[in-house]
């Protein structure tokens, strides 16, 4: 089976107008869910769902409280985890002071084995939609649920890169989808965040 993809064009630095250079974006058939991989899993295996939710869950709390101690995970097979952290725009370091830090991100670096088994992928063009996204309305809807539901909140610029769609196309969506009393708008203006109802 190929992976399908489209080309778009690379964002215009500082809006100088100038044409960018294409980049190749995958064009995912769907999204699959947690309960789906845990049933796949089941059925090939001698374990419940019931074990296999249990057993995931409780992997995340361990990889959880170890990156929580500012531990590196190196999960063998699948790759490695690690936190990275934000702090003030600075040359002077005295002006950094500890309650500056925050949490940024969870950093993942993927498995030499992973990506071995992933080199052989055979791939398909396929025509991008005028609007920007490879998804119809109601599957960027579910996306946007479905990221509501794990992260809780959701902005325009996460929106974008969920459906690898334009602002436009984001902030419709996001529109459409408070009026439909999905979500609510937590913000303002342009700092709009939304969470569900």
């Known amino acids: 089976m190929s992976v399908k993809y489209a080309l778009y064009e690379s964002p215009t630095p500082k809006g100088n107008g100038k044409k960018q250079a294409l980049h190749a974006r995958v064009v995912p058939t769907t999204t699959i869910r947690m309960n789906r991989i845990i049933k796949e899993v089941s059925a090939f295996s001698s374990f419940s769902s019931s074990d ?115 602002r436009y196309l984001a902030k419709k969506d996001l529109k459409e989808m408070q009026q439909e009393g999905l979500i609510i708008n937590l913000g303002q203006n342009k700092h709009s965040i939304y969470a569900m109802l």
């Open 52 to 166: 296999i939710k249990g057993m995931l869950q409780a992997l995340v709390d361990q990889l959880v409280s170890h990156l929580e101690d500012g531990n590196e995970l190196e999960l063998e097979g699948l790759g490695h985890f690690s936190i990275s952290l934000s702090c003030p725009k600075v040359t002077n370091p005295r002006q950094i002071k500890t309650q500056h830090i925050r949490f940024k991100t969870v950093k993942f670096r993927c498995s030499k084995e992973v990506k071995q088994r992933l080199y052989a992928l055979e791939f398909e063009k396929v025509a991008r939609d005028p609007n920007g996204s490879p998804y119809s309305p109601k599957e960027r809807k579910e996306n946007i649920l479905a990221h509501l539901e794990k992260y809780q909140t959701i902005q325009t610029s996460h929106c974008m890169h969920l459906n690898g769609c334009t």
